[in-house]
């Protein structure tokens, strides 16, 4: 199903956050940057009903439930009302997953999934400070409290606040493409893609100062890709001891350099898959692979798709 209509369900009271990161992914139009247009839809139970929110706003949504029956997104932000949802609302979620779109949840929004039934049995997350909450109302679902999104089969369940940006990013990029989801991302000013499976709580998610990040070593990498890199060289670069580079690297990215070496350059083979007609052989060795076997192994794991399986489905049109 291409995504093309999104559906956000809005609950009393709304987070504006977390709806915020869903009008800004799915509701602002960017076709004159190459993005396709979304056809945006803000519903809730009764739109003569108004909202509240944070900080005193009230708001209202436009649209009632029955304008997601055909959305091929419908995604649920977080409210303090998500965990104990209408029955209407968890209808809507159980329809949509049922017809085979996809359902996307916020923060606390799962809570909501949970309650509609459509978590158990799948991979899923919250926010870090409610994932206890979450598997303890609902046994069945396999909570991953670490993670930034989870992606199960039309699911998609996010952690608190910006990794509702990561998850809306992977939906986009593997709906559409990596070069569209990095023109969103890049108005947004947000990295394009951090890995669902990279931690939820990192020790020093800022760098203090630019002196003390490793900032500067990551953008130098993504520049060198093609390279090789050791743990020893890039602390070098750095003017830090190997064991104070890796734990300062993971401190500050949640994970390890060679799993975040290993994730770019995946992303980079599948910049060059979806934009250019290179064989697998060139880009493997355009991104630091060395090798097309090398890149088919990883790729295979980081996608679940081969290189040329990929290029087949993703290829941009000339």
Not at 109 to 134: I, K, N, P, Q
Not at 206 to 217: A, D, Q
Not at 268 to 275: I, P, S, T, V, Y
Request: glycine share 8%; charged share 20%; net charge negative.
């Amino acid at each position: 199903m291409a995504l093309r209509s999104v559906a956000v369900v809005l609950q009393d009271p709304v987070a504006l956050f977390e709806f915020g990161v869903l009008s800004e992914v799915f509701g602002i139009d960017r076709t004159d940057d190459g993005v396709p247009a979304f056809d945006f839809r803000v519903c809730t139970e009764d739109p003569a009903e108004p909202l509240r929110a944070d900080g005193g706003v009230v708001l209202s949504a436009p649209l009632g439930l029955e304008a997601t029956t055909d959305a091929d997104l419908v995604a649920i932000p977080a409210s303090n009302a998500a965990y104990a949802p209408s029955e209407a609302v968890k209808q809507v979620v159980r329809d949509a997953v049922e017809r085979g779109a996809h359902v996307l949840s916020v923060c606390s929004g799962a809570f909501t999934l949970g309650a509609a039934g459509v978590l158990d049995g799948r991979e899923c997350t919250t926010h870090w400070r409610y994932s206890d909450d979450l598997a303890a109302a609902y046994p069945l679902a396999h909570v991953n409290p670490d993670v930034l999104y989870a992606h199960d089969g039309n699911v998609i369940t996010s952690a608190g606040t910006a990794a509702g940006v990561d998850a809306c990013l992977h939906l986009v990029r593997s709906e559409h493409g990596a070069a569209v989801a990095n023109r969103i991302a890049r108005r947004m000013v947000v990295s394009p893609h951090r890995d669902g499976g990279q931690r939820q709580f990192i020790d020093h998610p800022v760098p203090m100062t630019e002196c003390e990040s490793i900032g500067p070593v990551l953008q130098w990498l993504l520049e060198h890709l093609e390279e090789p890199h050791t743990v020893g060289d890039l602390a070098r670069r750095a003017a830090m001891s190997s064991r104070t580079f890796a734990r300062r690297f993971v401190s500050e990215t949640g994970t390890t350099p060679h799993q975040w070496l290993t994730d770019q350059r995946v992303l980079r083979a599948r910049e060059l898959l979806e934009e250019t007609d290179l064989s697998i052989e060139q880009i493997a060795g355009d991104v630091g692979f060395g090798s097309a076997a090398l890149l088919r192994h990883h790729f295979a794991q980081g996608t679940g798709l081969t290189p040329t399986v990929f290029r087949t489905r993703h290829r941009t049109p000339a």
